[in-house]
């Protein structure tokens, strides 16, 4: 069974620019997260997805960045423009909600540099 | 205050050693307690889970939890160089609550 995949695994970016990150969910998984992760910490949720709905999205600085997920299954993270102390790793992860079970799974995440 | 506390290390052992990472936390909500391990340029993966108080033994990995004193240990008996990780201790409040807070994270070494 295919993890969760995510594209770009790299991006390297100048201040002001825009960048768009992809992720593509374990199949059958309907709750998708992103996360950001700096340098020597642990993730921290940006946005959580049920099905199409954005559930949780109070960590996302919405004057900057801005995500969607068509049709319930991919999705995308956006920033404009990016900003030097966005540089970090960005993890896409996955999860089948159901009672007591919601072990989510990670994606190998975009590592992005703003220059 | 961070919510989860964990010392980043890192943390260098020899092969075969016995290693103990340890988080603390303040918020006694929490009732399942977790420990991911991380490779370098890969996604945190669940290696161990436990809810409450108590031990949990998974082969060479045994995960303590103590409410009482809001402390939580993970073991690594015999420990190999694939052992060579980052290891983020992870907290959530239920069984169905999707928001983890993750630790730091402790950077481990096995010397072969």
């Known amino acids: 069974e295919a993890g969760v995949v995510q594209s770009p695994r790299y991006k390297i970016i100048e201040k002001k620019q825009p960048v768009a990150f992809w992720c593509n969910p374990i199949?059958?998984?309907?709750?998708l997260y992103w996360y950001l992760q700096n340098l020597g910490q642990g993730p921290e949720l940006l946005i959580r997805?049920?099905?199409?709905?954005?559930?949780?999205d109070s960590q996302l600085p919405k004057d900057r960045f801005s995500a969607e997920r068509l049709k319930g299954v991919d999705s995308t993270l956006k920033i404009q423009p990016a900003e030097l102390g966005d540089s970090a790793v960005y993890l896409c992860?996955?999860?089948?909600?159901?009672?007591?079970?919601?072990?989510?799974?990670f994606g190998p995440g975009t590592r992005l540099t703003v220059l | 205050q961070k919510e989860v506390e964990q010392d980043p290390g890192p943390l260098s052992v020899p092969e075969g050693a016995i290693v103990s990472l340890n988080c603390t936390y303040s918020?006694?909500?929490?009732?399942?307690f977790m420990w991911y391990r991380q490779y370098s340029r890969k996604g945190p993966e669940l290696l161990m889970y436990?809810?409450?108080?108590g031990n949990k033994e998974d082969g060479r990995f045994t995960a303590q939890v103590d409410k009482s004193s809001k402390y939580i240990s993970l073991f690594i008996r015999d420990s190999q160089p694939s052992d060579s990780a980052t290891y983020l201790c992870?907290?959530?409040?239920?069984?169905?609550?999707?928001?983890?807070?993750f630790g730091s994270g402790t950077r481990l070494s096995i010397r072969p």
């Open positions: 992860a996955s999860s089948f909600s159901q009672a007591g079970n919601n072990e989510q799974f």
């Open positions: 199949s059958g998984h309907n709750t």
């Open positions: 997805y049920e099905n199409e709905e954005a559930v949780d």
């Open positions: 918020n006694s909500a929490f009732q399942y």
């Open positions: 436990t809810y409450s108080s």
């Open positions: 992870a907290m959530i409040t239920s069984s169905s609550a999707s928001k983890i807070i």
